[in-house]
């Protein structure tokens, strides 16, 4: 089967480009709108993009044509918290994807608590295990052949990380089986770790590796 994209419907090129390009981290994003109104959203075209300097990004699509309060919450403050899904918050992050206007409190909705972060303002989630406090660097608009944006990818400086030490190895690794984290797959799909393994990085033998 031989697919050119521009051939399908935003749906179709949709449904199968998030079926092929699996497991994909969940961006829990918690952010802050003009007024101080809190909003969380899951993102799942999301991901780490460089550790120095610390950055992430996530692609945002609209609304109604016109941005998502995710985006325009960023537009407004330029700050951000990443609560990472463990496996017993689905139910709270799938509720906290609910369609609603701004100032519509997902928190609340989802039957969450707040805690306060350290650095940036937005409230992190507190029953997620791990969070990723960031500030906004950039911001890109994708483009269609016609020239209109259809999503914007947000670039973010991460200021400050929380881990919960029941999950936390000294000197700087994690407990993935702990973690539990939670992927995203096409349509309504989710995936939960399965068995972990190891695989040694390859050297030329006699080289210098």
Do not use: C
């Amino acid at each position: 089967m031989d697919i050119d994209p521009a051939s399908l419907s935003e749906r179709d090129r949709h449904l199968l480009l998030t079926a092929l390009v699996v497991p994909r981290p969940i961006g829990w994003i918690s952010t802050l709108d003009a007024r101080g109104r809190p909003n969380l959203a899951p993102y799942s075209f999301f991901n780490l993009v460089a550790s120095s300097p610390p950055t992430l990004i996530v692609s945002i699509g609209q609304r109604d044509g016109g941005p998502k309060d995710t985006l325009a919450n960023l537009r407004a403050t330029g700050e951000l918290v990443v609560n990472v899904v463990s496996d017993d918050l689905t139910a709270a992050m799938n509720a906290s994807s609910v369609e609603s206007g701004p100032g519509h409190d997902e928190f609340a909705f989802a039957g969450l608590e707040t805690t306060p972060s350290t650095v940036v303002r937005p409230p992190r989630v507190a029953a997620a295990r791990a969070h990723l406090e960031a500030r906004l660097v950039d911001e890109v608009a994708v483009v269609d052949d016609d020239g209109v944006a259809h999503n914007h990818v947000v670039f973010a400086r991460i200021v400050h990380v929380h881990v919960d030490d029941a999950i936390f190895t000294p000197p700087h690794r994690i407990d993935m089986a702990a973690l539990a984290p939670v992927a995203r797959l096409a349509g309504t799909g989710y995936a939960r770790i399965g068995e972990l393994f190891s695989v040694p990085r390859p050297e030329v033998p006699g080289g210098d590796g």
